[in-house]
């Protein structure tokens, strides 16, 4: 069943917004996804890991959490509600069990993505900034009468940036242990892009030093902390546990493979026909499923979102436009460039395979860990697939081992195949050359 139309009325697209709020207030289109906050409620973990493809919904998803569940007190000390935000939407028909968790709970709301610099000092100085602004937006705080002169004056230096190192380790942790303190209710912590630091950081080459703050900074706060009443964090790959999350036994992670959650993240083809009908352009259905469907996220068929958004907002303005590969710079490949750079001739001829439409077998690790990458080649075929390079076929287990059967999910993602990443093998390769072996120049530059 399509959704009905607003007298006609083609509400905006939004492109590049990432803000709940800012697009039901500017009344854009909007995917429903608030179901999301159902299923986290009907299931009890503490701290939940999902890992999707770039551009995928994932930030938007996090800022939907937080406009629901967030007890907004003003400096003023006014309450603030973001009820009206969901004025027609499916969670406020799930029933008063999920209802009595609106505006209920403190909210501490962190991205990591502005921690892609050059340096170490750059990328944990970037951190540092967004910690600040989080306390700086909890700071009506200070004028509570449950927090000490002591945690009063540790939180303006957080907001100043005068906290010490040690201090910043524990920064999260800190803040919610405040927030609890004043709002007498458990913080929820969601944490958006966690990888990007940690990607960034090995190819800069400040991979320790990054992982050891990225794990103190996480450890305190997620890690037997009576503040925390749960915790969702979002990025592109799964870091081993044993690198970021150590010792975190209350850790569910959610991946492409996952059954659970799985119509979250992405347009299902339900809300992919409900767009087209809104906006009149049905005709183009076989179009879009040619070039934007084809992942499988557990067992549920996605599209790309950003993809899709972008595509319709060219369609509505000329129908005769054509589809072009919206998805090919915004994802991080920096690393898969990386690995290409250690690869030999019979990855090169997989690839061709696989843009001719054929299929290959591999298994799979959902662990990364960033130093052991170049040790085999399958890691190539990893990234590949949890990046949305590739897609599930099928899968099947061997021994102890998971093979899926990968191909190329689309005639966008074939489309980068062809123009970028097979001409990163353009004199990369060298005769008799394996998979791992170390490259001693960069003919392209620094990625």
């Known amino acids: 069943m399509y959704l009905p139309k607003e007298n006609n009325y083609e509400k905006k697209l939004p492109i590049g917004i990432e803000d709940f709020k800012e697009i039901i207030e500017k009344d854009c289109y909007y995917v429903d996804k608030t179901l999301f906050i159902k299923e986290l409620l009907d299931n009890s ?30 400096v003023e000390g006014r309450a603030g509600y973001n009820s009206r935000l969901f004025r027609g939407l499916k969670i ?57 002169e002591d945690e009063k004056a540790l939180f303006e230096r957080f907001i100043k940036r ?15 242990k405040c927030l609890q303190k004043v709002y007498q209710k458990n913080a929820i912590i969601l944490l958006d892009e966690y990888d990007v630091p940690l990607e960034n950081a090995w190819f800069r080459g400040f991979y320790e030093q990054m992982t050891f703050f990225i794990r103190s900074l996480f450890e305190s706060a997620l890690k037997t902390n009576p503040s925390l009443e749960f915790a969702v964090i979002t990025g592109c790959l799964r870091i081993s546990k044993e690198s970021i999350f150590t010792g975190l036994n209350n850790l569910e992670i959610i991946s492409v493979l996952s059954s659970r959650y799985s119509e979250h993240f992405g347009f299902t ?6 767009m087209l009908h809104f906006y009149d352009i049905e005709e183009k259905k076989e179009e879009v499923k040619r070039w934007y469907d084809g992942y499988f ?19 509505v303005s000329n129908i005769n436009s054509l589809p072009r590969p919206y998805w090919a710079n915004t994802s991080s490949n920096g690393i898969i460039r990386d690995m290409i750079e250690h ?7 997989e690839l061709e395979n696989l843009i001719a439409g054929e299929c290959i077998e591999k298994p799979v690790h959902e662990d990364i860990t960033y130093e052991e990458i170049h040790e085999s080649e399958d890691n190539l075929w990893n990234f590949l697939f949890f990046t949305g390079y590739l897609k599930k076929v099928r899968e099947h287990m ?13 005639a966008e993602v074939k489309n980068i195949y062809r123009n970028t990443i097979m001409k990163w093998f353009d004199g990369q390769i060298q005769p008799g050359k394996r998979y791992g072996e170390k490259r001693y120049y960069y003919p392209f530059g620094a990625v």
């Open 45 to 74: 973990s503490k701290v939940r890991l999902f890992t999707r493809p770039r551009r995928f919904g994932k930030t938007l998803a996090l800022s939907m959490l937080r406009y629901y569940f967030e007890k907004e007190i003003t």
């Open 269 to 274: 083809v339900p809300e992919v026909g409900n």
């Open 297 to 315: 996220f557990g067992n549920t068929e996605v599209y790309n979102p950003w993809s899709m958004i972008n595509y319709v907002n060219e369609a």
């Open 343 to 349: 690869a030999d001739n019979s990855i090169k001829l």
């Open 398 to 410: 061997q021994a102890d081992t998971v093979y899926i059967t990968l191909a190329i999910p689309n």
């Open 92 to 148: 406020l028909d799930a029933g008063e069990s999920y209802l009595s968790h609106m505006g209920q709970y403190p909210v501490i709301s962190l991205s990591l993505k502005s921690a892609k610099q050059p340096s170490f000092e750059m990328a944990y100085a970037s951190i540092l900034d967004e910690l600040a602004l989080e306390f700086d937006r909890h700071k009506s705080v200070l004028y509570s009468d449950e927090l000490s």
């Open 162 to 176: 005068q906290a010490s190192e040690w201090e910043n380790f524990k920064a999260l942790k800190f803040l919610s």
